[in-house]
């Protein structure tokens, strides 16, 4: 024995070391609980996601017709309805018509009338299915089916129906403007996560340069971390403007406007208003707890786990 520990007992002080240095350390405990939040948020947007997506593809066809047509073609719709294996869209009514009453369906079309995506008038003689090309071909043959249906419920025919195409409808609309705002989710939450971490970063490195502890002796401590929270939010919508400069001078150069995108609910200006006004508060959140994390780790490596 030459007093000196053999490489393998050596191997085994350090390796009992760091376990139980690991072990019990509060990164660990964080490291431990870190994968549930992935698994959280994914299975909240999966939840979100699927709600929205049955939104969406459930369109609508209004009925605009007099009072007993309209009760005609609703009994008619909930006969056939199960047996069509979903062929067949639901149907609302827009509106029971007195006799010379005016109805014009393209002006309800391009309103905001939940997820309506055409509207069958006249009446079950001679029904008339306004809506987009793509629509009123596809459901030509189902509502002549339930027209049929509501004239003679045990020897129905199918009445010609007579189309009227749009540009758009309501259901076009509002996908769009849920596409519109799934793809403003998608670039706060990057933008906030991809920008917050500065705030940590910054924190470190000045924990590592001593300089937070000249200020904290100068000023309150709250009050240094609430002004870097705000500069460095600062500095996050500095380099916001500058992306958006560049992407909106890539777009214009394209000769692709916003026009092309689909319309906000609440139009292009209140929409990036408040575009700004959440990613500030979600800065802002997440910033305050990475500045709670980095004043509690000791190491880059602690902070990093």
């Known amino acids: 024995m030459t007093g000196r520990l053999s490489m393998l007992a050596a191997a085994f002080v350090v390796a009992r070391r760091d376990f139980g240095a690991i072990l019990f350390s509060r990164s660990f405990v964080f490291f431990l609980l870190g994968p549930l939040f992935p698994v959280i948020v994914g299975a909240l947007a999966g939840g979100v996601g699927q709600q929205v997506q049955q939104a969406t593809e459930r369109p609508q066809i209004g009925l605009a017709m007099r009072g007993p047509d309209v009760d005609a073609m609703l009994r008619a719709h909930r006969r056939l309805a199960p047996r069509m294996a979903g062929a067949l869209p639901d149907m609302i009514v827009i509106a029971r018509l ?14 905001r009338h939940g997820n309506l995506a055409a509207i069958v008038s006249g009446s079950p003689e001679a029904p008339l299915l306004t809506g987009t090309v793509a629509d009123i071909e596809e459901w030509r043959g189902p509502v002549s089916l339930v027209a049929g249906q509501a004239l003679s419920p045990t020897l129905p025919v199918a009445p010609a129906v007579k189309l009227a195409s749009t540009a758009t409808s309501s259901a076009d609309q509002r996908h769009g403007r849920v596409v519109t705002a799934q793809a403003g989710q998608t670039l706060m939450f990057l933008l906030t996560m991809l920008l917050a971490g500065m705030v940590l970063s910054n924190l470190v490195e000045e924990k590592g340069n001593k300089i937070i502890e000249i200020l904290a002796a100068a000023i309150p401590l709250d009050a240094l971390f609430l002004g870097k929270l705000f500069a460095m939010l600062a500095v996050s919508l500095v380099g916001i403007v500058v992306w958006g400069t560049v992407g ?17 609910a609440v139009g292009w200006p209140a929409f990036f208003a408040l575009g700004v006004v959440y990613f500030a508060m979600a800065y802002l959140l997440l910033g305050s707890v990475f500045l709670t994390i980095g004043s509690m780790a000791a190491t880059v490596r602690e902070v990093q786990t």
């Open 98 to 111: 007195a006799p010379g009453d005016p109805f014009d369906a393209r002006k309800v079309l391009a309103g």
């Open 248 to 264: 909106a001078a890539l777009i214009w150069g394209a000769r692709q406007g916003f026009d092309s995108l689909p319309l906000p």
